[in-house]
């Protein structure tokens, strides 16, 4: 009722404004007063004084006194006709025409933008009705069903071949958790979503009380994925056991900040993609998605702010892994020695990575250090792990798949 109150009060006083114009009786033009008419006569003695003085020639005196009467008859003219003239008319018809209009494109204006019928929602009723929607949305089954989910062939002959017999093993062999890891990894890495969800989740229920956050944490990515880019409630709950665990997983907080986002809550969005670009190191995988929405995700929690003024991660460190002039300068070692110095620095890198994690640059130079050292198990690991984490970067896994090229040429001889 507040709104109507105010919305008719302000239509009122511009539609006054309005009529005031046309309804006041209109004036006549300013018309030439006895005081202008006699500035003509003193004009016209004038001229006959610089005559007598010489200042004007008779010829030039005759052209003056001829344009000053003319003046002076215009004037008299033009004072006769406003004294005779009726005052001016209002005119309400114009006026009523408009006060019409305007009223009428007020209320179309506001049945096409606003929402007729409704009152007013304060913010915590808002915010209760956001949350019984997100309550009712459709379930991770629902949201498959309707996402086409074509089954993709890797462009790879002799992959595709060993991912037939993967396949073909795990159904003989359904609880081997190395397995079902891989295939989880194979059908998600050519985009088979759906199936790599359901690979996830046999190994999680394999893996029981033993499954890690980053268990987790994938199966939420491939559900993601399976689901066209929704977040289902099966999601949301298997982020929010994620950080449980680990409230700073990186991961989990970028997802549960684009769940808030897309489903009616920016505000939480927005803090929590603002909170872990306060927190992420140069190369997370999360960092390029962030960038590229929080912007509009801030207009919308009613703080439209630029990416230079939000927080930045830090400088990207120096790789902690032995460079290329390391391991020149070990060959000048014992071999003892040498061999102690590349495994102290490799393993000061694969311990960094495994706490803080680190740009795709530390992850291949690691996988390449492990390959040196002839530790081909260890390059695998590393390989694949990276390969998982930096999945959604195409600049990323270019970078991990060449320093690991040797490993994927070993398996495609296999």
């Not at 990894?185 to 690979?199: K, M, V």
Request: charged letters at 25%; aromatic letters at 6%.
């Amino acid at each position: 009722m507040g709104f109507w109150i105010i919305a008719g009060l302000l239509t009122l006083m511009i539609g006054a404004s309005v009529a005031v114009v046309f309804l006041r009786p209109g004036r006549p033009a300013p018309a030439a007063t006895d005081q202008d008419l006699q500035i003509y006569r003193d004009q016209l003695k004038e001229v006959e004084r610089d005559l007598a003085r010489g200042t004007l020639s008779e010829d030039e005196a005759e052209r003056t006194r001829t344009e000053v009467a003319r003046r002076l008859l215009e004037a008299d003219k033009a004072m006769h006709a406003a004294q005779s003239a009726p005052v001016g008319q209002s005119r309400p018809a114009p006026a009523l025409v408009i006060l019409a209009l305007l009223l009428a494109g007020s209320g179309a204006l506001y049945w096409v933008l606003g929402a007729p019928g409704y009152p007013d929602l304060p913010i915590e009723t808002r915010i209760s009705l956001v949350e019984e929607n997100r309550a009712g949305r459709p379930s991770q089954a629902d949201a498959e069903a309707v996402v086409p989910q074509e089954i993709r062939v890797d462009p790879d002959e002799r992959r595709a071949e060993l991912l037939a017999q993967l396949r073909t093993e795990m159904e003989r062999r359904p609880d081997e958790v190395e397995g079902l890891r891989l295939l989880a990894f194979e059908e998600s890495r050519i985009g088979n979503f759906r199936a790599a969800r359901l690979a996830q989740e046999r190994l999680i229920e394999a893996l029981g009380d033993d499954a890690e956050p980053d268990d987790l944490l994938n199966l939420a990515e491939m559900m993601f994925m399976a689901a066209g880019g929704y977040i289902s409630p099966e999601t949301e709950a298997l982020l929010q056991d994620v950080l449980v665990q680990q409230p700073t997983n990186g991961g989990a907080r970028y997802y549960v900040g684009l769940m808030f986002a897309r489903q009616g809550r920016p505000d939480l969005g927005y803090s929590i993609w603002r909170n872990l670009l306060a927190d992420s190191q140069p190369g997370d995988p999360w960092l390029p998605p962030i960038r590229g929405q929080i912007e509009a995700v801030a207009a919308m929690a009613g703080d439209p702010v630029s990416l230079e003024e939000l927080p930045q991660p830090p400088e990207r460190p120096e790789l902690a892994g032995p460079s290329d002039e390391d391991l020149a300068a070990a060959q000048e070692l014992s071999e003892e020695d040498r061999r102690a110095m590349i495994d102290g620095m490799v393993a000061n890198l694969a311990e960094r990575l495994a706490v803080e994690g680190g740009p795709p640059e530390d992850w291949a130079r690691l996988i390449s250090s492990y390959l040196v050292l002839g530790q081909e198990r260890q390059a695998r690991s590393i390989f694949d792990e990276a390969l998982r984490a930096f999945a959604g970067s195409d600049e990323a896994m270019a970078l991990i798949r060449e320093a690991g090229a040797a490993l994927e040429a070993e398996g495609a001889d296999e």
